[in-house]
């Protein structure tokens, strides 16, 4: 039984630390003993049993999942002058991105039912200018890609996905991020798969977009004091990657108890008047980065102090859809559904060593809050 004074945490990252203490502890030792910090056999020996796990012929690490999309973008050769179509339901980072390359974020509305953009969508959106359509895997759940990889195909355009939240993550039993010309990673201390502290990832099986956003990372150059291009200063930090080489085994058992955690709010809470639970689409397997409901009935914000009232974090994302801020409100696109979520979405405690009494806690405050 949980006390009603305990508070509940949105995410508590202590007793998967605790579990993995004295492996952590032991690479980061090894790191601190070899007196190499930057790109050294850490960081290469996570590149190779990253890539071995997504199984992609390609992968580099960087300083953060926002560089991952920034630099994704530089190497397919968006600029000034181009389009790139994605949701307005994401974090501020994926449309960023795309402004920071000089190209303009078209934004398409969402499937209310995945919270993803909706593919249907999307082909009336596409003009000459379009270079590249950017999916997002929100909150774990896949985007449905073959109508978007059959729309690359007949307009010539790239297709970069965002796997910000959903790593380990599958579409039709291949591994998000994968599916399209290149795949964006966040290693966030949140993440599916995160360190303890930023960095990211750049998967892809095109050699000359690898040898690129290679050269990118590090001031464009091949080797040291010869640089081709103007890159940047991107490096996935070596004491990150051995963190994250730790980890990387045990990912597939924490996503595994994500669903299972899943699967009990589920059924703790189908009985709750005005809550949609989220849902599971056929092609997708759902990893669950957050565990979001929509809570109807223009209740959200009410349901969501309550429940702070009780000690439980609950949290919103995303309380304004990116096109709406003033960033890029001049833009003026009408996207209902994207509106709408952001005026339902609530975000309940999640993490894969969440107990049962717990989550029966915050379902029962759930209902209370409803009554």
């Not at 995410?11 to 601190?32: E, H, W």
């Not at 997504?54 to 994704?72: C, E, Q």
């Not at 080797?223 to 045990?250: C, F, M, T, W």
Request: with cysteine; charged share 25%.
């Amino acid at each position: 039984m949980v006390s009603k004074d305990e508070f509940v945490p949105l995410l508590d990252s202590k007793p998967q630390y605790a579990t993995l203490k004295p492996s952590i502890q032991d690479a980061v030792n090894r790191v601190l003993q070899s007196g190499q910090f930057v790109m050294g056999p850490e960081v290469r020996a996570f590149e190779r049993e990253v890539a071995r796990y997504l199984n992609t012929r390609y992968a580099i690490g960087v300083n953060s999942g926002t560089d991952a999309l920034f630099i994704s973008l530089h190497a397919l050769g968006v600029g000034p002058g181009d389009e790139v179509i994605t949701t307005p339901f994401t974090f501020f980072a994926t449309a960023e991105a795309i402004s920071h390359v000089g190209a303009t974020p078209v934004f398409v509305d969402i499937d209310p039912r995945t919270f993803n953009l909706d593919t249907e969508l999307i082909e009336e959106k596409i003009t000459p200018r379009t270079k590249t359509i950017l999916p997002v895997h929100l909150f774990g759940h896949g985007v449905d890609m073959a109508p978007i990889l059959a729309l690359a195909e007949k307009y010539d355009i790239f297709i970069l996905e965002d796997v910000a939240q959903a790593f380990g993550g599958k579409y039709q039993g291949r591994k998000l991020g994968t599916i399209g010309d290149i795949g964006a990673f966040s290693f966030f201390p949140s993440k599916n798969l995160g360190a303890c502290g930023d960095g990211g990832l750049i998967a892809t099986n095109d050699s000359k977009i690898a040898e690129l956003a290679r050269m990118l990372r590090v001031h464009g150059a091949k080797e040291k004091y010869r640089n081709e291009v103007v890159g940047y200063n991107s490096r996935l930090d070596e004491l990150q990657a051995a963190i994250l080489r730790v980890k990387l085994p045990h990912l597939d058992q924490w996503n595994a108890q994500r669903r299972r955690i899943a699967e009990r709010y589920n059924e703790l809470l189908e009985d709750v008047p005005d809550i949609a639970t989220p849902i599971e689409a056929a092609y997708a397997e759902h990893v669950y980065h957050q565990y979001t409901v929509r809570i109807k009935n223009q209740r959200r914000d009410e349901v969501k102090e309550k429940l702070i009232k009780a000690h439980i974090s609950a949290t919103v994302y995303y309380p304004i859809p990116v096109h709406a801020l003033p960033v890029y409100s001049d833009l003026q696109f009408d996207l209902p559904q994207a509106w709408k979520a952001a005026s339902e979405v609530l975000s309940l405690p999640f993490w894969p060593q969440i107990s049962r009494t717990v989550q029966e806690h915050v379902a029962d405050s759930l209902r209370e809050a409803l009554a």
